[in-house]
């Protein structure tokens, strides 16, 4: 079992930063990759970024590419994720989540085991 809790979020104007904490306990592996989902209301959970146990390895949504940095300490089983320039648009409930391995889908949520309960993030225009 992983446990992960998200913290972090919370009302920004639009243009602003943030930066959210998922932090692991339990049962980890070096196989382990982390990613961060996002639901806003109305809408299906969407895919934001993920990182490879190592780190070496990240790939973003194409609306947040270029303004969202994800990463991680693995001294500390923490993952991090910049968020810079945000928009109201991504306003929303963001989740971290972990996978057992690398290989497959790694924006398909259903491909994770373990999820936090969530941080609300809120962008004002």
């Known amino acids: 079992q992983v446990q992960l809790v998200e913290s972090g979020g919370g009302l920004v104007q639009a243009g602003g930063s943030l930066r959210l904490s998922c932090a692991a306990s339990?049962?980890?592996?070096?196989?382990?990759?982390t990613g961060w989902f996002r639901q806003a209301p109305g809408k299906e959970r969407e895919f934001v970024a993920v990182?490879?146990?190592?780190?070496?390895?990240?790939y973003y949504a194409d609306s947040v590419r270029g303004r969202f940095t994800i990463s991680r300490d693995n001294a500390k089983n923490t993952v991090s994720l910049r968020m810079d320039s945000l928009r109201p648009e991504d306003t929303a409930v963001y989740y971290c989540?972990?996978?057992?391995?690398?290989?497959?889908?790694?924006?398909?949520?259903?491909?994770?085991?373990?999820w936090g309960q969530g941080t609300q993030v809120t962008v004002s225009s």
């Open positions: 989540a972990v996978r057992r391995g690398w290989s497959g889908s790694y924006y398909n949520q259903y491909e994770y085991e373990y």
């Open positions: 339990g049962r980890t592996f070096s196989s382990d990759a």
């Open positions: 990182i490879s146990w190592s780190g070496v390895s990240t």
